[in-house]
T-cell receptor, first 114, second 116 residues
Framework: SQTIHQWPATLVQPVGSPLSLECTVE??????LYWYRQAAGRGLQLLFY??????ISSEVPQNLSASRPQDRQFILSSKKLLLSDSGFYLC?????????????FGSGTRLTVV | AQKITQTQPGMFVQEKEAVTLDCTYD???????LFWYKQPSSGEMIFLIY??????QNATEGRYSLNFQKARKSANLVISASQLGDSAMYFC?????????????FGSGTKLNVKP
C-alpha cells in the first residue's frame, strides 16, 4: 500500500535560520508531488509541485525553494526564514492523471518562526 | 477569477440534523474531478468524497453525499445525521489535468460546528 511520510510534525525556528522539511512516498513510483502552506484558519496555498526528479514548478514567488533529489522524495527548504513563513505545511501526492483518488496528504508540519 | 468558491466561512448544525456545505467551481475543461476534504483540529486532511464531471449519479459515501449540479457548476456536500465528530474545517477542491500533471484548486473552507 502507498504511504506518505512527512517530518518533523512541529518546528519552532528563529527568524533567519534555515529550514528543511522532508516528505517521502512509499509504495508507488513517479508520483506527482506537492507542497502546500496553510495559514491559521485559512485555505491551502500551493507552493511547489513536481512531476519528476529534478522538475520543480513554483506557484508563488517567495522565500522558499523545493527539490526532488529522488523519485519519491520532496524537500522544502529556506536559507533564511521570515516571520511570514509560519504556518502549517502539507505535502501531498497523486498517482495517475485524472485519478478519482485525489490527493493523499502527509500529516503536516506546524512551523512557527519566532 | 476564483476556481473554487466556498461562501460559508462558518456554520452551525444541531447534532443528528443534516447540513449542506456549498461549493461552486469555475472551469472550461470538460473532464475534471470534484473532491471534498475534512480537516479536524489535528490538521490532517481526510478525503471524504469524489465526483467526476462525467458521472451522472451523485456520489455517496456513507453519511456524505455530493449534490452535483453541472449546469450550475455547484458541488455541495451534504452530511446527514451530523455527529459531534463532524466538527471540522471542510474544503472543496477541483482537479484539472494539465499536460502530465494533476492540478488541484482548493476553496477557502467552511468551519462546521456540530452542537450537542
Amino acid at each position: 500500500s502507498q504511504t506518505i511520510h512527512q517530518w518533523p510534525a512541529t518546528l519552532v525556528q528563529p527568524v533567519g535560520s534555515p529550514l528543511s522539511l522532508e516528505c517521502t512516498v512509499e509504495g508507488t513510483s513517479n508520483p506527482n508531488l506537492y507542497w502546500y502552506r496553510q495559514a491559521a484558519g485559512r485555505g491551502l496555498q500551493l507552493l511547489f509541485y513536481s512531476v519528476g526528479i529534478g522538475q520543480i514548478s513554483s506557484e508563488v514567488p517567495q522565500n522558499l525553494s523545493a527539490s526532488r533529489p529522488q523519485d519519491r522524495q520532496f524537500i522544502l527548504s529556506s536559507k533564511k526564514l521570515l516571520l511570514s513563513d509560519s504556518g502549517f505545511y502539507l505535502c501531498a501526492w497523486t498517482r495517475l492523471l485524472g485519478s478519482s483518488l485525489g490527493y493523499t496528504f502527509g500529516s503536516g508540519t506546524r512551523l512557527t518562526v519566532v | 477569477a476564483q476556481k473554487i468558491t466556498q461562501t460559508q466561512p462558518g456554520m452551525f448544525v444541531q447534532e443528528k440534523e443534516a447540513v449542506t456545505l456549498d461549493c461552486t467551481y469555475d472551469t472550461s475543461d470538460q473532464s475534471y474531478g470534484l473532491f471534498w476534504y475534512k480537516q479536524p483540529s489535528s490538521g490532517e486532511m481526510i478525503f471524504l468524497i469524489y465526483q467526476g464531471s462525467y458521472d451522472e449519479q451523485n456520489a455517496t459515501e456513507g453519511r456524505y453525499s455530493l449534490n452535483f449540479q453541472k449546469a450550475r457548476k455547484s458541488a455541495n456536500l451534504v452530511i446527514s445525521a451530523s455527529q459531534l465528530g463532524d466538527s471540522a474545517m471542510y474544503f472543496c477542491a477541483m482537479r484539472e489535468v494539465s499536460y502530465n500533471f494533476n492540478k488541484f484548486y482548493f476553496g477557502s473552507g467552511t468551519k462546521l460546528n456540530v452542537k450537542p
